[in-house]
């Protein structure tokens, strides 16, 4: 099967390390995918929330403030300012995770429309893990 390496890290550490199918980022231009064999580029990331399919399938959601990606055929890596992996084994954690997200995304904006519309993604990918 054909994946690709993604890397998050943010000045605290790194978020998120694996194998993954595909990846959905928030470029300053509009959301992009990325597929095994993407073309190398280097981009600037807003804030957003990063849509990873897993390979089993399942989808995992890092919520940053901003950053850069470099993509390359087999890895992307992601370097952000600020970042919080959504999700957790227990409802308890995955609200926990939900309200860091929040914070995070409504720390850097004055706008409120764009950074609720990112706040409800967050809410609905992370809750429907539950």
Do not use: R
């Not at 690709?4 to 550490?13: C, D, F, M, Q, R």
């Not at 231009?29 to 073309?39: K, R, S």
């Not at 850069?68 to 992601?78: D, I, L, P, Q, S």
Request: proline residues 4%; aromatic residues 4%; hydrophobic residues 40%.
């Amino acid at each position: 099967m054909n994946t690709i390496k993604l890397e998050i890290v943010s000045p605290i550490g790194p978020v998120f390390k694996g194998d993954v199918k595909s990846i959905t980022m928030p470029g300053s231009e509009g959301e992009f995918g990325v597929l095994p064999g993407h073309a190398s580029l280097l981009t600037l990331l807003k804030a957003g929330v990063i849509d990873i399919e897993k390979v089993d399938g399942k989808h995992e959601i890092v919520a940053i403030n901003w950053g850069y990606a470099e993509v390359g055929e087999t890895k992307v890596t992601v370097l952000a300012d600020g970042a919080v992996y959504v999700g957790g084994d227990s409802e308890s954690e995955i609200e926990q995770s939900i309200k860091k997200a929040k914070e995070l995304l409504e720390s850097i904006s004055s706008d409120s429309v764009p950074i609720a519309s990112v706040v409800a993604k967050v809410e609905q990918v992370a809750k429907s893990k539950l």
